[in-house]
């Protein structure tokens, strides 16, 4: 089954990511705490593990395969074919604001 037929089941839980540094480890890491973060806040069951949607233009990196490990699975704007629809879609940040930021800036 492919990643867009995976998409077109209704209740579907996507979190959509825009990666800014694809292949650089701290700011991957950075994406996977943020992500992990806004599954917190919506209060999303481990056994209901959301999928990933990259909307961003960059190819497969280097680090995409742990996506898989930390999460449903991940695939890419690039997949997905047309009249696809996610009942349950949220949006993760955009930046790379984390606590480990903060805290590094307040040291």
């Given amino acids: 089954m492919s990643a867009a037929d995976q998409m077109r089941r209704v209740g579907e839980l996507t979190l959509a990511l825009t990666r ?9 890491m950075s994406d996977w705490y943020n992500t992990f973060l806004v599954t917190q806040f919506m209060n999303v069951s481990e056994s209901v593990a959301p999928r990933v949607l990259f909307i961003d233009a960059h190819p497969a990196g280097p680090l995409d395969h742990a996506w898989n490990s930390l999460f449903k699975g991940q695939f890419t704007m690039t997949t997905l074919g047309p009249n696809v629809v996610s ?6 940040p955009l930046l790379h604001v984390t606590k480990v930021n903060s805290r590094a800036a307040a040291v």
Avoid: I, K, S
């Avoid at 800014?20 to 991957?28: D, I, P, V």
């Avoid at 009942?87 to 993760?92: A, E, G, H, S």
């Fill in 87 to 92: 009942l349950r879609q949220l949006v993760t």
């Fill in 20 to 28: 800014c540094e694809y292949a650089n480890f701290y700011h991957t």
